[in-house]
Every structure is written in C-alpha cells, then in structure tokens.
C-alpha cells in the first residue's frame, strides 16, 4: 500500500449559506489524500500504473467550481468522483477548509474533513 497526498490546494469558490458568500466568494484550501497498491507503479515507472494526481486536482477543481451551501455537501462529491474515476484508489480522504470564514470572530479557517472507502463486491 501507499499513499499520494495533494496538499494545500488553493480554490476561490462561492460556497456558503449567506447570499453574499455566492455573490463574492472566499479563498479555500483543499487537502486529498488517497490509499493505494502503489507496487506496480514502482516497478513499472508508468504513469498508467499508478494515481494521477493531475487527475485528482481536476476533480477537486470541478467540484470546487459547483456552488454549494455546505461544505460537506463538496467534500461528499470529490470523493464519490475519486471513488468513481480511479479505480486503483481504494480509501480517500478529502479536508476542505474555508479561509477567513465570515463566522463573527477571528478565526484562520474551517475545515470540514471525511473520508470514504472503497467497497470490494464478492
């Protein structure tokens, strides 16, 4: 097993809530982490073998673009398409935080964090 992790992805998005959350938008940081034999590619030195992870930011990025009121509900659809279209990832991981949250105090971010495993059919 092994694990490939894309850390600090910086988003602007329009999630939230308040109105002027989608009229104006904020700063998000993504964080992915996916689960994988990672064997194979160690061997082979192909790109093919293993997770891409040019492909994972692109997931991250559409589903970033999607406007939602709650950042679970984004969380919830990056790994249903990590799930989806790499089938060689077997547990993800996804944290998306908001930055500066419009929250009445001072606070760097909010993160909301789940992960997601893969279920082997017999």
Not at 34 to 43: G, M, N, P, W
Not at 93 to 121: L, Q, Y
């Amino acid at each position: 097993m092994g694990i490939i992790k894309l850390k600090n992805i910086r988003v602007y998005a329009y999630h939230g809530c308040l109105l002027e959350e989608g009229k104006i938008g904020s700063d998000y940081r993504v964080d992915v982490s996916v689960k994988a034999d990672l064997s194979t590619s160690a061997q082979s030195d192909n790109l093919f073998d293993t997770v891409d992870y040019v492909h994972l930011n692109k997931i991250v990025k559409q589903e970033m673009a999607i406007r939602s009121k709650l950042l679970e509900t984004v969380v919830k659809r990056i790994l249903e398409r990590i799930l989806l279209e790499i089938p060689l990832v077997e547990k993800a991981d996804v944290a998306v935080s908001k930055i500066n949250p419009p929250i009445g105090g001072n606070v760097a971010m909010v993160t909301v964090e789940m992960s997601k495993v893969r279920k082997f059919e017999n």
